[in-house]
């Protein structure tokens, strides 16, 4: 791993009832990322997050910080001489203390610079008129803010972020995280940050860990895991899809909408071709003749409209296929609701397919 590393975990493992929540988990934070830590609820998220800060203690394995154990079989350091800033989604703020009292609880030192650090932090979120308040006068997003200036007054090197976001009104929720993420990188702190949202992920993160069953089953870019994801499972965390089953043939699949390469898969293996909604294609069905078949595009097939539906910036068709009945989602951009019954032809486009063996 890069020596640029703040954070670095080593094949940690945490094991309760004699189940492996986390499992061999190797991950690194840089100086100034924010890495996400991305996965459904149980799947060892939180257990990792605790064990980095030190409140849970791992069974196997070595955290690091700056290339320095500060927990391994022989070693733990506690919680508070880690410099290891904590924020979590129900803020833990003091209900008894203001504002500035909140913020500046975890310093100590010089009690002038203490304070010109307080209204430093203030000033950036934009909380200075809210200093004297105490935090039932505040709004959710306010109380965030003072939680967050909270978290990074003692200028901490690493933030660990549990769920931060999820107690914020969806109006609010984007513009908090955008500022949020702004103060951070101002002050250059390498961020951990677990949620189950995966536009969050994609919105915050220079990097993702998606785990599942306490295992990170992919790791990179947020570009990275949407494209070229794992498996179906890994598409379908991203979005809904649509799953078209087939066998292997002579190097290829065979399905009703053509042939599609079966790279590594053998002769007879079941496989899954993946597409999402939104790279389905439709067209208007024209005095019943097909459009040609492509190698790009595959072979049209029949499709009805069962339900369309517009959600705002999109339309949702649900499309019944094939001789079967089988449902489609296909989605459209701007609003397009045609009428249960239209007939259309769909293709799916071969680059925009993802091709796993079968479950």
């Known amino acids: 791993m890069s020596d640029d590393l703040k954070l670095e975990l080593r094949h940690v493992t945490r094991r309760l009832d004699g189940r492996a929540v986390v499992d061999d988990v190797s991950l690194g934070v840089a100086r100034g990322q924010l890495t996400c830590l991305l996965g459904p609820s149980g799947c060892g998220k939180s257990t990792t997050l605790r064990m980095v800060a030190g409140v849970e203690r791992q069974d196997a394995g070595e955290i690091l910080v700056d290339g320095r154990v500060i927990s391994d079989s022989r070693t733990h350091i506690p919680p508070e001489e880690r410099q290891i800033g904590l924020m979590f989604q129900d803020f833990a703020l003091f209900p008894h203390l203001r504002v500035r009292e909140n913020v500046g609880f975890g310093l100590s030192g010089d009690k002038m610079a203490a304070r010109a650090r307080v209204d430093e932090l203030l000033d950036r979120v934009g909380l200075t008129q809210f200093t004297n308040a105490y935090p039932h006068e505040l709004s959710g997003g306010e109380q965030q803010r003072v939680a967050l200036t909270r978290a990074l007054a003692p200028r901490p090197s690493i933030m660990l ?13 984007d513009g908090i995280r955008d500022d949020t993420l702004r103060v951070l990188r101002d002050e250059g702190t390498a961020v951990l940050l677990v949620t189950h949202e995966p536009e969050e992920a994609m919105r915050m993160a220079d990097r993702i860990a998606l785990m599942r069953e ?9 570009y990275e895991l949407y494209s070229h994801p794992v498996d179906r499972n890994a598409v379908a965390f991203f979005s809904d899809i649509n799953v078209v089953t087939g066998k292997v043939s002579g190097g290829q699949i065979d399905t009703a909408f053509g042939r599609f390469d079966a790279p590594g898969m053998g002769e007879g293996d079941a496989a899954e071709i993946v597409i999402r909604p939104q ?21 049209p097939m029949e499709a009805q409209v069962d339900r369309a539906r517009f959600m705002g910036g999109k339309s949702l068709l649900e499309l019944r296929v094939g001789p079967n009945g089988d449902l489609f989602r296909a989605a459209m951009p701007g609003v397009f609701t045609p009428e ?4 259309f032809w769909m293709t799916l486009p071969r680059a925009r397919c993802f091709v796993f063996p079968a479950d």
């Open 279 to 299: 790279h389905v294609r439709v067209e208007f069905f024209r005095n019943g003749t097909a459009p040609s078949a492509t190698p790009s595009h595959g072979t």
């Open 161 to 173: 972020m549990d769920e931060p976001f999820s107690g914020l009104d969806n109006r609010l929720r």
């Open 340 to 343: 249960p019954g239209t007939q």
């Open 214 to 222: 306490g295992k990170i089953v992919q790791e990179g870019t947020p």
